[in-house]
C-alpha cells in the first residue's frame, strides 16, 4: 500500500522518532561491550534517517522493521514484522504522537 503524500510526513516523524529512541537505548546498552564509538553511532543515525525517509509505502516501512529486528525486544514487537503488524505499529504511534500533542483546553 503506497502512503499518500499528505500523510507520509508525519509517518516519517513518527517513525523517524521512534527508531531512533530504540537504537539510542541500544547504543547505550551496548557500548563497552562492542567498542561503539559516537562516529558508529552517528553513521547509524545518518542511516537509519535515509532509510526512513525514502519509505514510500507500508511494504517499505516493513523491509525496514525486518531489517531492524534487532532494535525490537520482546515476543509482542515480532508481530510488527508482518504487514498486518507493521500498519498496527504505525497506526500506534501515530495515536501515541496525536495524544502527546492533544490541546489541554
Not at 531512533?20 to 547505550?28: C, G, L, T, V
Not at 553511532?41 to 517499505?60: G, R, W
Not at 508481530?79 to 495515536?95: A, E, M, S, V
Amino acid at each position: 500500500m503506497k502512503i499518500d503524500k499528505t500523510n507520509i510526513q508525519a509517518i516519517h516523524n513518527v517513525l523517524h522518532t521512534d527508531l531512533q529512541r530504540r537504537m539510542f537505548r541500544q547504543y547505550n546498552a551496548r557500548t563497552n561491550e562492542f567498542n561503539i564509538t559516537d562516529e558508529d553511532y552517528d553513521n547509524a543515525m545518518s542511516q537509519l534517517h535515509t532509510d526512513v525517509y525514502n519509505c514510500n509505502s507500508i511494504n517499505d516501512i516493513n523491509d525496514l522493521l525486518v531489517n531492524s529486528t534487532d532494535l525490537f525486544d520482546g515476543y509482542d514487537d515480532i508481530i510488527k514484522f508482518t504487514l498486518d503488524g507493521t500498519l498496527n505499529y504505525i497506526l500506534t504511534l501515530l495515536i501515541k504522537h496525536a495524544e502527546l500533542n492533544k490541546c489541554k483546553c
